[in-house]
T-cell receptor, first 114, second 117 residues
Framework: AQKITQTQPGMFVQEKEAVTLDCTYD???????LFWYKQPSSGEMIFLIY??????QNATEGRYSLNFQKARKSANLVISASQLGDSAMYFC???????????FGTGTKLQVIP | GAVVSQHPSRVICKSGTSVKIECRSL??????MFWYRQFPKQSLMLMAT?????????EQGVEKDKFLINHASLTLSTLTVTSAHPEDSSFYIC?????????????FGSGTRLTVV
């Protein structure tokens, strides 16, 4: 079974500053994928970034980057130059196992302060 | 890009009635559909996985007779909450897998907020 651990229930960041959201994972699969999603109060799941287990370089998508440390089984999300619109729940997730199910962590609520 | 249309977005029903939620992939074939439930301020919990034309696989603790899943075509999957009770009130969201990329193969619907009164 796969497991995602997000140890930060809530985080505050000053506007324009960078913030790191922590994520550790556990899986016995050799091939897997790691995702970060943003969920605003409307409930929709917004895809942010993806990292494959065999990708040697850290993924980047605009202001988002994924700090992938395979040996430590961590996949932290870094948001640079935070904006007020970044305030939302952030979920780390892993794709692995039969049917390639996606398992989510408990989430981190990020609040950007003006 | 890939789009999954989920309806209704909100529904209020009386206790004891059934509610059907639809997820339709608009521009791709969803070979696999995942159904999640999310209680307030909690994570998404996988309820079941369905493949087109076959029976759904339910996660441990999910009542298959209460949450009926149909995936009769590659573009439509439905979740029916039968004999709904207030404890079934939750946010239900589907995720379609197409294996062709686009958000790395997983596209979420916009979710359905179910309230049972």
């Amino acid at each position: 079974a796969q497991k995602i651990t997000q140890t930060q229930p809530g985080m505050f960041v000053q506007e324009k500053e960078a913030v790191t959201l922590d994520c550790t994972y556990d899986t016995s699969d050799q091939s897997y994928g790691l995702f970060w999603y943003k969920q605003p109060s409307s409930g929709e799941m917004i895809f942010l970034i993806y990292q494959g287990s065999y990708d040697e370089q850290n993924a980047t998508e605009g202001r988002y980057s994924l700090n992938f440390q395979k040996a430590r089984k961590s996949a932290n999300l870094v948001i640079s130059a935070s904006q007020l619109g970044d305030s939302a729940m952030y979920f780390c997730a892993i794709r692995a196992g039969g049917y390639q199910k996606v398992t989510f962590g408990t989430g981190t609520k990020l609040q950007v302060i003006p | 890009g890939a789009v999954v249309s989920q309806h209704p977005s909100r529904v209020i029903c009386k206790s004891g009635t059934s509610v059907k939620i639809e997820c339709r992939s608009l521009d791709f074939q969803a070979t696999t559909m995942f159904w999640y439930r999310q209680f307030p301020k909690q994570s998404l919990m996988l309820m079941a996985t369905s493949n087109e034309g076959s029976k759904a696989t339910y996660e441990q603790g999910v009542e298959k007779d209460k949450f009926l899943i149909n995936h009769a075509s590659l573009t439509l999957s439905t979740l029916t909450v039968t004999s709904a009770h207030p404890e079934d009130s939750s946010f239900y969201i589907c995720s379609a897998r197409d294996g062709k990329g686009g958000n790395y193969g997983y596209t979420f619907g916009s979710g359905t907020r179910l309230t049972v009164v």
